[in-house]
């Protein structure tokens, strides 16, 4: 058993409550170990549900008669060996018991209806914003992703009560920020007065320099630490290497936590994996519950494809959907993007989706698009060439406009086309700290917002590198 499956139980159980057992969690756990160990016959309990735990038994229930009939007769000896094997240790030996869904009233905590009326685009909260299309229900569970939904949704329903802080991790492209953003709408829209702070590690790095520079340190920390019911922060990982900032991130979670506000981190490593945190950060980091969102497996994938075709209201053969998803990258992101392209190229040359479209857009993207293609290195040297430049002097000392904007541009570009940490970055430009990197990338942002065009040479560039990277999608 995992050592996330066996902290998990044990979190509630520390309030001396069985009743505090999370069922969803728990049930979860169940559909995972089986679908890991049991892939043959999955597919019989992808609507169970742990409805009940009592003194003497655990009541599942499933959609509909036969298939409870069917595991009662046939998986019962599985069902029982998998359940006792994740939580025997905390709950004690049960009787299991299968109904349908209809024989049974179901007790599982629901979602109140919305307060304030759902918007799909942005939604400015106390600090920050929402992406108002980002919500548990436009969320397409599957084997990879459904513990990390299931908690996340458990505290949205109750902020701080549990799993604080949840900290979910997982690489680019999985559906974290997704989660995030699920769990602030739903918060607000239970309550449209809730004081809702969500941002970026580099945003709320940006404000701490930004209030020391103008002597408003006090304001930034009421703001945080006394006016925030829920703290959304996406990509911890990023103030690495900034002590100045993690100590304010440190006072303030503490002060969050002891007043019972709720705390959800996104990263792309599990808090023991985190280089570059403060080890007072990182054990704060694992007091609640950390959970990892995988890529998502075939059959998965083609489940999301199948909510993409209903939204934008196209008709497929599930064959193309499949074709699609075995030829598309590995996360949810790539996935998207491959899928787009397709619909896009249907559209534009008036023809059906099929195979040969399919394998024509797979060839256009996908051979060059492996992760590790686009390098620092590679995005000094086209941008040298762009510029006149040479890559020597972008990554040298030398402060001429002639090489300063080159070499923002460059810094910019690896900040959005690469993996590479901000202390990586800084130091392929010559041993440059984590702030010039940021105020590089702060400086282009605000050129690209004052000057849209396609005719802009940095989007030029940034065109430039797309095609490089095989039609990759970025943040």
Known sequence: MSEDKKA???????????????NNILGAMVLDSIGENYPGIKQFFNTLKLLEISE???????????????????????????????????????????????ESQLKTTTIKKSRVKQEDGPINVKI???NGKQRFSTFVKGASNTLAAIAAERVAEKPGQTY??????????????????????????????????????????????????????????????????????????????????????????????????????????????????????????EWGFAVEVLPPDL??????????????????????????????????????????????????????????????????????????????????????????????DICSKKRTRGVVRPRQVAIYLSRMFTDNSLLDIGRKFGGRDHSTVLHSVATIEDLLAKNPSQENPIRILQSKMRKLAGGKLVD
């Open 128 to 130: 920050g914003t929402l």
């Open 8 to 22: 998990l139980p044990a979190l509630d159980l520390e309030h001396g409550d069985k009743d505090l057992i999370d």
């Open 56 to 102: 003497k038994e655990a009541i599942f229930v499933v959609s509909d008669e036969m298939t409870a009939e069917w595991i009662n007769n046939h998986y019962m000896h599985i069902l029982e060996k998998v359940f006792f094997e994740e939580s025997e240790e905390h709950i004690g030996t049960k009787k299991l018991v299968v109904k349908a869904q209809e």
């Open 164 to 285: 604080n802080p949840l900290f979910v991790y997982g690489r680019t492209g999985l559906g974290k920020t997704h989660l995030l953003n699920a769990v602030g709408n739903t918060v607000l829209d239970h309550d449209e007065g809730a004081r809702i702070c969500s941002l970026s590690a580099e945003h709320f790095t940006n404000k701490v320099i930004s209030s020391i520079r103008s002597g408003k340190q006090t304001e930034l920390r009421d703001a945080f630490r006394f006016n925030c019911d829920v703290l959304l922060i996406d990509d911890i990982q990023f103030l690495a290497g900034k002590e100045g900032t993690q100590q304010e991130f440190f006072h303030t979670f503490n002060n969050l936590y002891d007043n019972n506000k709720q705390i959800v981190l996104t990263s792309d490593k599990p808090p023991h994996q985190l280089s570059g945190i403060q080890e007072r950060l990182i054990g704060r980091f």
């Open 299 to 392: 059959e998965h994938r083609v489940a999301i494809l199948q909510t993409k075709a209903k939204n934008l209201g196209v008709v497929l053969d599930e064959n193309i959907l499949f074709i699609i998803a075995e030829n598309s990258g590995g996360s949810v992101r790539e996935l998207e993007g491959f899928f787009n392209n397709v619909v896009g190229q249907s559209t534009m040359l008036g023809v059906p989706i099929d195979k040969n479209l399919v394998m024509d857009v797979s060839s256009r993207l996908m051979n060059n698009s492996a992760p590790d293609q686009i390098t620092v290195e590679l995005i000094q040297k086209e941008v040298a060439t762009f510029y006149g430049t040479t890559v020597q």
